[in-house]
């Protein structure tokens, strides 16, 4: 069974943008130096890991970032840069001067971004020749973009893109954005990395605002096994060609778009997580606060006793009731329902009657498992995503050795 | 392998406590009904889930202890009671009233714990004939302690006892305990449960701090997958026939060694945790404060990617400092070291060199991995006590259907 979300049919690229990916040598054989640029000095805004372990690469952007004049993103796989200590700055800082002097600008108008194994030093030859024919490679053609999507995977298992074609405040415009991540997984192999692209404006402080939003419903919703890396980072980037947006109900539209494209994304990695026999969807409703609900969902997702019942196609009501009763939030039990593929199975405080194999039957038929958690009757509502924990997940990550 | 701490050689009984375990017909074959009762009206406290779901019997005893007049203790296995609404909330009373009415005392002054499927009815017709036969046969013996340790387990694979005898102010005595638990189990087969009993006298006020002190450092510590149950809970009991103990250097006394022994029962959960070829014991150092040390082990020891790098004995240094880097306490990664079983893996904010198949046979001779975590030169220290995460682990928690 897989997954119907990703698709890279329908790309629409955004203007403004060209991208590249290439091997320079820091894996095998896949692509793993990616760039994208941008034909003007452009608006970036970045969410970063909260992770006190921080790649080289994580601290840079956050200097730098949100920046009016953003003139091109380098992105390598297959090495984090992380726990490299002062080599480690100084490599980076020499990616993005790379970058700057072939194209012509200041270091500090380069993004980066690293994902990998963590605590060996980049090997800085490779990275330095690979930028040169990355950017001499650039393009603005579907196959550039998906070079560059290919160029910051590690152990995916499919490209994750999600485009999107909307008009707002009468103009017509594009979020096309690129994710990579399924689990903290590999030995070090860290991180979750997203790239979201719009040809309109946004002024640096407005990008940051709504991207900042976008990510807290949608890649701070998800979760394959909790481990936060130490190179999580979403970008967003805003060609200063497009279309300006100011306007406030403008400035929405824009953001519960960008919120869709990040949902659309995020969505993806954990039905990519290591293997991961189904996508887990958690509504949680009713508290009084979002927070409430959030943390509930949270625990839930997070519960391995609910993730192997999933796996086993097992409508274990009684691991997701519990899961939430010790979420730490304050709800009523008496007013608690819960719903598995749509199913009820528990009502008012106690099980209710359902026939065990016609559930059993219905997670085993679908990908993605809804459970909907109902607490009370608040405005309070969460979604979370996670996978599945099986028997490939613990042989892959056990079975390799450092 | 198997751990060395599941002991029942040495037992020595507490005076003033009588034992029985009996097989009632909640479970298909093994012991399922158990009673623990004191010669005398004795000191009972205990701490119990902080689950929001918790079992009729948690409620009921969270209602009458503290208390200097226990009469007796009923546990059942096979039924959690939780989930049951009113009805089961009438059972549990039914229960604690036919121990009263046979033995001549007050419902009130009897403890009930129950484990097990939880969402379904007690069949009291068994519970109520089995209370009479179980009070029949209660004696004194070493053979009247096991069979009522049995009547506790559920999917153990071990007895989980312990038992010490000290000096204390002059006067000699016991503290014995028995526990159960590994991980929330089965289906919903919930619950560490633990039962410690002491022929020192104690008030019940002293008994309520010292053994909260003590289930803070032992059994608040440890996890198989964080799953906290709907029935958890610990229970001292204190013969009133006992010595007394009130000067605070005696109380001092006791409380430590009512610690050791919390932490002897506590670390053989995680040890007979589902599938688990490893006990995980993380020692995190240098906070400025405790807590601060338990929310970075706390974090760890939920990490999957510890876990599973435990169970391919993978000296994966990178998970786990990224684990202590999330868990949300600021430490100083450049004054962070780890040791894996003795070995230096890291130092100073990075990975120094070591020979990896020396660590990684370590690891493999040795049931217990010990992670230590110093992350500067404060004061504050934490330990916990978790499994490993195997494939027999995901097998046994999806593969069975309710």
């Known amino acids: 069974m897989t997954d119907p979300t990703h698709e890279t049919d329908e790309l629409q690229l955004p203007f403004g943008f060209q991208f590249s990916g290439i091997h320079c040598g820091l894996k095998e054989s896949a692509n793993d130096l990616s760039v994208i640029l941008c034909d003007a000095p452009s608006t970036a805004a970045g969410v ?95 196959q550039d973009f998906l070079n560059a999507v290919d160029g910051m995977m590690t152990t995916d298992r499919f490209r994750k893109t999600h485009s999107q074609s909307l008009t707002i405040g009468g103009s017509h415009g594009v979020i096309t954005g690129m994710a990579k991540g ?3 997984i590999g030995p070090n192999m860290a991180t979750m990395l997203a790239v979201v692209m719009t040809d309109w404006y ?19 919703c998800i979760s394959v096994e909790g481990h936060t890396s130490t190179n999580d980072a979403v970008l967003l980037l805003s060609s200063s060609g497009g279309r300006p947006i100011h306007q406030t109900e403008q400035i929405q539209a824009f953001e519960a778009a960008l919120t869709d494209s990040c949902i659309a994304l995020a969505r993806q990695i954990p039905s990519d997580g290591e293997g991961a026999s189904h996508l887990i969807e958690i509504h949680v409703r009713g508290t009084q606060e979002n927070r409430e609900a959030d943390r509930i969902a949270r625990t839930v997702a997070n519960s391995a006793l609910v993730k192997t019942a999933i796996t086993g196609t097992d409508p274990n009501w009684g691991r997701i009731i519990s899961a939430a009763g010790y979420a730490g939030v304050d709800f009523n039990i008496e007013t608690t329902s819960l719903q598995l593929n749509g199913h009820g199975l528990f009502e008012a405080g ?36 996670t996978s599945d924990l099986t028997v490939d997940y613990v042989r892959l990550n056990s079975e390799y050795t450092t």
């Not at 949100?66 to 992380?82: D, F, H, K």
């Not at 990510?215 to 701070?220: C, H, I, L, R, W």
């Open 48 to 142: 970063y890991t909260q992770n006190l372990v921080r790649a080289a690469s994580i601290d840079w952007n956050r200097n730098i970032t949100p920046t009016p004049s953003i003139r091109a993103l380098v992105i390598n796989s297959g090495n984090a840069n992380a726990c490299t200590g002062d080599q480690g700055v100084r490599d980076n800082a020499e990616m993005a001067a790379t970058v700057a002097k072939t194209i012509g600008c200041e270091p500090e108008q380069i993004a980066t971004l690293s994902t990998g194994i963590i605590g060996h030093p980049l090997p800085m030859d490779r990275i330095t020749s690979g930028i040169q024919t990355a950017l001499a490679e650039a393009g603005s053609e579907r």
């Open 182 to 184: 399924a689990g903290m």
């Open 202 to 220: 946004l002024p640096p402080k407005v990008a940051d605002r709504v991207l900042k939003k976008a990510v807290d419903a949608s890649f701070n």
């Open 350 to 385: 106690q099980p209710i009657p359902f026939d065990a194999t016609v559930v059993s039957d219905a997670l085993s038929s679908s990908f993605t498992s809804l459970i909907e958690l109902q607490v009370g009757s608040g405005p309070g509502q969460a979604t979370h995503w």
